[in-house]
């Protein structure tokens, strides 16, 4: 399955096998709190050191998560002198959700209302 949608002014494409290993890297408690912890920084990026002392989690445990979710395409890394620097791709999570969407309520936008509204109130 092919889900087709407009990204500034150029179609992109997210297969079903790639929304697999994107969800796939996110059903584990670290790596979700990871993830939610990274897109509630955007558009900052955090350093593994920061990210390991707000979670809890050991650097050693916590560069394997990092690693699983970057490979997903869920994060990005950045060097920073001597401290690798990590954010969340938003261009991943809309892909993401308008693969979820792309089939709701069988093109009948009036019967996606109450996600549309939860969209819309969390401010995206």
Do not use: W
């Not at 089939?103 to 549309?116: E, S």
Request: proline share 2%.
């Amino acid at each position: 399955m092919l889900v087709k949608f407009r990204y500034f002014g150029h179609y992109r494409i997210m297969n079903q096998t790639d929304a697999i290993d994107a969800f796939g890297a996110l059903a584990q408690d670290s790596r979700m709190s990871i993830f939610r912890l990274l897109v509630s920084a955007t558009p900052n990026a955090l350093p593994v050191g920061e990210i390991s002392r707000a979670l809890g989690i050991i650097p050693s445990t916590l560069s394997g998560h990092l690693a699983i979710l970057k490979r997903a395409g869920l994060l990005s890394a950045s060097r920073h002198q001597r401290e690798i620097h990590y954010s969340a791709n938003l261009d991943s999570v809309n892909r993401m959700v308008s693969f979820l969407l792309a089939d709701c309520c069988n093109g009948q936008v009036g019967n996606c209302a109450q996600i549309l509204t939860l969209l819309d109130e969390s401010g995206t």
